[in-house]
């Protein structure tokens, strides 16, 4: 088991972070190697990992944007409150949807997975046309907020990218790169914690009423310690990637990889049925 952990937490923490949907490969992950009966289990360790990455990579953003929030310079402190005001009003749609939708969601995927394979797609798509994109190097407004807080709530369904999604509506609005990318993953930080504490909660209730054995998932610590150090570590070098290549206006060039994935999984979903 330690070494499918291992394996779940490399692809998570680069496919958390790179716009090619976490969900979806997770979910083809735990398919070929037989482990839906401990998916929810492994999913949270995975989530927090990631988690960690993304505080400890934009601690330097969240340290700024709080000393935005209560300067003494009152421009400086207005920019601040608008940025977290943006961030909470683009957290919305996507809070709605998991709430009242998810366990919906999750049962549409568990019974009918092939949809991933063309939200894969459906992802690359959208990558691609940011290569056409106008960068009118504008900072967020808020029917910004509101679009790409609608994009991170189209991305909970797997396949497709919160990343991809959330940075590609911000660049194909006008957004500046680097603003674009700091946004999509402060928004992030929230909506990994809400994730892994939803799935945590439905863990404890299943447990409860005996569905799931929490303390039987794992024989040892060995695993679930591997899986989150994999995916702590490479999500972080992932998010440094990612950064460049945003900064560099090439972020179009992962649809390639979305296509790709989509037709393979196509034909492993129909393999595995």
């Not at 407004?141 to 991809?164: K, W």
């Amino acid at each position: 088991m330690t070494w499918k952990m291992l394996i779940l937490g490399v692809v998570q923490g680069l496919t958390e972070f790179l716009p090619i949907s976490s969900s979806g490969h997770l979910l083809l992950g735990e398919k070929l190697f037989g482990i839906e009966h401990e998916a929810l289990a492994v999913t949270i360790f995975l989530h927090v990992g990631t988690l960690v990455a993304s505080v400890v990579f934009m601690a330097r953003r969240i340290g700024k944007l709080f000393a935005d929030m209560f300067a003494k310079d009152n421009q400086r402190r207005k920019d601040g409150w608008r940025l977290v005001l943006y961030l909470v009003i683009a957290s919305i749609p996507a809070a709605l949807v998991g709430l009242l939708a998810g366990d919906y969601v999750a049962s549409i995927f568990a019974s009918k997975p092939v949809y991933v394979a063309f939200f894969f797609v459906g992802t690359g798509a959208l990558l691609l046309t940011t290569r056409w994109g106008r960068d009118r190097e504008r900072q967020f407004g808020l029917s910004d907020a509101i679009l790409v807080g609608i994009a991170q709530a189209v991305a909970i369904m797997p396949g497709f990218s919160r990343s991809g999604l959330t940075i590609a509506t911000a660049l194909l609005l006008g957004i500046a790169s680097l603003e674009a990318f700091n946004f999509s993953f402060l928004l992030s930080i929230p909506a990994i914690a809400g994730a892994a504490l939803i799935q945590l909660l439905e863990l404890v209730n299943t447990s409860k009423e005996g569905a799931i054995d929490a303390g039987s998932v794992f024989a040892s610590p060995f695993p679930p310690i591997a899986g989150f150090v994999a995916s702590a570590v490479v999500g972080f070098f992932a998010l440094w990637a990612l950064k460049k290549v945003v900064i560099s206006k090439k972020f179009w060039l992962f649809s390639f990889y979305c296509f790709g994935i989509g037709l393979v999984s196509l034909v492993l979903l129909f393999v595995l049925k």
